[in-house]
């Protein structure tokens, strides 16, 4: 059974930076995609970026520049460096991995940003 264990949210003022960290436990294969989601009060859950086995990586629009996505090379380990924080980036953040046989969830970490 594969687990996903997230850390690193918090709450920051605008401008500032937080990196999360996701850790999933329970294989020893490579998972072909890691992923990070986000979704704020009231509002569905979206895509914020991942990152492919091949080394691709993808940003949802509004955080392109601002974020960043990178894979540990020999851990099925994903962190989001997330800079210049606006609080439009608040919301609870949930990592995705997955591998031929299926998909799993971590059960989020929470983002707050003030102004």
């Known amino acids: 059974q594969v687990q996903l264990v997230e850390s690193g949210g918090g709450e920051v003022q605008t401008g500032g930076s937080l990196r999360l960290s996701c850790v999933a436990v329970g294989s020893a294969l490579r998972a072909n995609l890691m992923a990070w989601y986000r ?3 009231g509002k569905e859950r979206e895509f914020v970026a991942n990152s492919l086995e091949d ?3 993808n940003y949802e629009h509004s955080v392109k520049g601002r974020f960043t996505i990178s ?3 020999a851990e099925n380990t ?3 460096q997330m800079n210049s ?3 439009e980036d608040s919301a609870v953040y949930y990592c995705k991995s997955t591998w031929y ?3 799993y969830w971590g059960q989020g970490t929470e983002v707050t940003v003030s102004s």
């Open 78 to 80: 994903v962190l989001l």
């Open 39 to 41: 979704q704020a009060p």
């Open 101 to 103: 046989w299926g998909t």
């Open 55 to 57: 080394g691709t990586t």
């Open 85 to 87: 924080l606006e609080p």
């Open 71 to 73: 894979r540990d090379g």
